[in-house]
């Protein structure tokens, strides 16, 4: 058990460019869980994949940002066209089907200059 | 729709001192509720977690909670506050039967002094 990995731990990139960001879920973990969150608050819930399914959008997830799980494990996440607002921490969880549990990976910060 | 109260966005102790960090919640099916500690630049550690077994839960570093339906709490304590335990506190609440996602507070930032 490695534990949840995020690459990279930090991106800068200027307004306008698209960024991808990666999670690796602890193995044979079914559920992975993408989160945000901005300074001074606690994480909100973005989406969450179950094996390669992606089962559920926060209304966060604005058409800008796009989550995919293609072979059930590894996830990415990509924005597109970077704003100000968009500069936070993001962070990954994953558990298995049966748990109830959400380990978290170190998370991502993002700065949109 | 779930949601989770934490009242005081701040506490400072003295080591040594009881900390007390306090969570509400609200849920309109039996919660499944946990807290996470966060230190600078790096991501959530679970403390410890509720899932309608004991209602007095032990977790890691001498932290305990515990669940009361009747006030819908879930407050954190440790009798004996270090200074290892400065960090930010979340307590969170999760829709066990939708997916498991939670729903975070807006977290307690825990100063520790000497």
């Known amino acids: 058990d490695t534990g949840v990995s995020q690459n990279p731990r930090h991106k800068i990139t200027k307004r306008g460019q698209n960024v991808t960001f990666r999670c690796d879920p602890i193995?044979?973990?079914?559920?992975l869980y993408w989160y945000r969150q901005t300074l001074g608050q606690g994480p909100e819930f973005l989406t969450y994949?179950?094996?390669?399914?992606?089962?559920?959008k926060s209304r966060l997830l604005s058409d800008r940002f796009s989550a995919e799980r293609p072979k059930g494990s590894f996830s990415t996440l990509e924005i597109q066209r970077t704003e100000q607002g968009d500069s936070a921490m993001y962070l990954c969880?994953?558990?298995?089907?049966?748990?109830?549990?959400?380990?978290f990976g170190p998370g991502t910060r993002l700065t949109v200059l | 729709a779930q949601s989770v109260t934490q009242l005081g966005s701040h506490v400072s102790v003295s080591e040594g001192a009881l900390v007390l960090l306090r969570c509400n919640y609200s849920?309109?099916?039996?919660?499944?509720l946990f807290w996470y500690v966060q230190y600078p630049n790096q991501g959530l550690q679970l403390l410890l977690k509720?899932?309608?077994?004991?209602?007095l839960v032990k977790g890691i570093n001498g932290f305990e909670a515990e669940f009361k339906k009747s006030e819908t709490s879930f407050h954190l304590t440790k009798p004996s506050a270090h200074m290892s335990d400065a960090a930010e506190y979340f307590c969170?609440?999760?829709?066990?039967?939708?997916?498991?996602?939670?729903?975070f507070g807006t977290g307690t930032q825990l100063k520790v002094e000497l």
């Open positions: 969880a994953s558990i298995p089907l049966s748990g109830d549990t959400q380990y």
């Open positions: 193995s044979e973990h079914n559920r």
């Open positions: 994949f179950q094996n390669e399914a992606q089962l559920e």
């Open positions: 849920s309109s099916v039996p919660p499944y």
């Open positions: 509720y899932t309608s077994a004991a209602t």
């Open positions: 969170a609440v999760s829709d066990r039967g939708g997916g498991n996602k939670l729903t």
